[in-house]
């Protein structure tokens, strides 16, 4: 069992390892037949690039995902505490399929990648260090993605909602290539959550509250607080969250 820093430099060097940063070159063009009989190029196949981005995988994740109860916050909000798997099997990284979870007490939505692009139900995929939301071009989902830098969970308002710049998530770069980046993979709006320690190779979360609107709870605010389990092997993700109306 790989355990620690080297478990992180594991993971991260084979996301850097298929990631291009967007360099790498585009599909190519997808050529189908119209109606009366004319041959139309669509320039760019998108479903094939995003393919690329996510590492689109059919089969639904064996990983847990867990919910307890966390305290509350200052005005009574109840705070929860989520556990995701996202490790990759290293032995067969393109049969590694993304965790999905929504913020609701079921928790982990069954469905494979593909499906994910149509499926509403889910909030936030997890798979290693990539972490994407169900919007813009990760999924038919109206999830939008924020966050506030040094401000605990209990101290976000409501009223610091509206002047936040939401993004959601983009997968395909205007020349068509799969928009990722190195240490991550795709690059999500949830972008790089982490502080990566090249001396220990360990990950540890920034100081870092996400705000999101449109999930199946409405708006929720989370915290990445690990990477690593009981056992000090990373690829397991706990999440602190809270709903604010």
């Not at 982490?194 to 709870?217: A, C, E």
Request: glycine share 10%; hydrophobic share 30%; aromatic share 8%.
């Amino acid at each position: 069992m790989l355990r620690s820093g080297r478990a992180g430099w594991l993971l991260l060097a084979a996301v850097c390892a298929c990631s291009s940063g967007g360099t790498e070159p585009a599909p190519p063009p997808e050529v189908t037949v119209s109606p009366d009989g004319g041959v139309v190029v669509d320039t760019c196949n998108e479903d094939l690039v995003r393919d690329r981005a996510v590492g689109t995988v059919e089969t639904v994740s064996t990983y847990a995902v867990a919910t307890t109860s966390d305290g509350t916050t200052p005005d009574g909000r109840a705070i929860q505490k989520t556990t995701v798997g996202a490790r990759t099997d290293f032995s067969n990284e393109s049969t590694t399929p993304f965790t999905y979870l929504r913020f609701s007490p079921t928790g982990k939505v069954e469905i494979h990648d593909r499906q994910s692009f149509t499926d509403t139900s889910w909030d936030l995929g997890f798979k290693n260090a990539v972490v994407r939301a169900n919007g813009g071009q990760s999924g038919s989902g109206s999830v939008e993605v924020a966050w506030l830098d040094g401000v605990a969970l209990e101290d976000v308002t409501s009223d610091q909602l509206p002047g936040l710049s939401y993004t959601t998530d983009v997968l395909i770069t205007d020349e068509c290539r799969p928009n990722t980046k190195p240490r991550v993979g795709a690059d999500t709006a949830v972008g790089e959550w982490f502080i990566y320690d090249p001396q220990t190779h360990h990950l540890d979360p920034k100081d870092r509250t996400y705000v999101l609107k449109g999930t199946s709870s409405g708006n929720v605010l989370f915290r990445i607080t690990s990477w690593y389990d009981d056992e000090n092997v990373g690829g397991q993700y706990t999440l602190r969250w809270t709903t604010l109306p």
